[in-house]
């Protein structure tokens, strides 16, 4: 069975320019989450849906996040406008609602230049 | 606020040797914990879980024990292996939905 897919898995831009992060997580998989990897501060959690619906956004960072599940298969983290601050590894992970683990995709590396 | 953080940030054990790896978590209502191993250019992986009402739970070369008196949760690998070098987090579920906290990991390495 295919994982969590996550791409791009590297991405280098600009700051101010806009980033799209995507992810399709693990069929029949009813739970999605968002992290954000840095040396500094570890694995954060951004976001969290629950049948595509969003449940915690408590940890997107600022406006400049958005986050979108149009449907049970698709993901998207976007960051407008992206600043160097924001560079990280970004990983999409999913889960059955009532089991807890989290299965992890590879990441996607973002650097902000 | 509340956060999970490890006591060590590196661990260096030889190969062969027994390895542990400690929590602390400060949210009593926690429930639910699960220990992850991430490798290096990967995303973490499950290793382990306990819930609030166990003390103990082995697996295979791991076993993870729970004090919910101190807060304090410990990994331990048996017979380390080159293979076990990675970074190990401990990440906690605060019953409040399906979302889990992560602490800052260790670093473990296995010297040959």
């Known amino acids: 069975d295919a994982g969590v897919i996550q791409s791009p898995r590297h991405e280098v831009t600009e700051m101010g320019q806009e980033v799209t992060l995507r992810c399709k997580p693990i069929?029949?998989?009813?739970?999605l989450f968002w992290y954000r990897q840095t040396m500094m501060r570890g694995l954060e959690l951004l976001i969290y849906f629950n049948n595509n619906v969003p449940i915690d956004d408590s940890g997107m960072p600022e406006d400049r996040f958005s986050a979108k599940m149009p449907n049970a298969s698709f993901s998207t983290l976007k960051i407008q406008p992206s600043e160097p601050r924001d560079s990280a590894v970004y990983f999409c992970?999913?889960?059955?609602?009532?089991?807890?683990?989290?299965?992890f995709g590879e990441g996607s590396r973002l650097t902000v230049l | 606020g509340e956060s999970v953080g490890l006591h060590l940030p590196t661990l260096s054990v030889q190969e062969g040797d027994n390895s542990i790896i400690n929590c602390a978590y400060s949210n009593s209502a926690s429930d639910y914990f699960i220990w992850y191993k991430q490798e290096s250019g990967k995303g973490p992986q499950f290793i382990i879980d306990?819930?609030?009402?166990?003390d103990k739970r082995q697996g295979q070369r791991v076993t993870v024990l729970l004090n919910k008196t101190v807060k304090h949760l410990s990994l331990q690998i048996a017979a380390t292996q080159p293979g076990d070098s990675a970074v190990y987090f401990c990440a906690e579920n605060k019953n409040t939905g399906n979302q889990f906290y992560f602490g800052t990991g260790t670093s473990l390495t296995v010297i040959p």
């Open positions: 306990i819930r609030s009402n166990m």
């Open positions: 069929s029949g998989h009813n739970s």
């Open positions: 992970a999913s889960s059955r609602t009532n089991t807890g683990e989290l299965f």
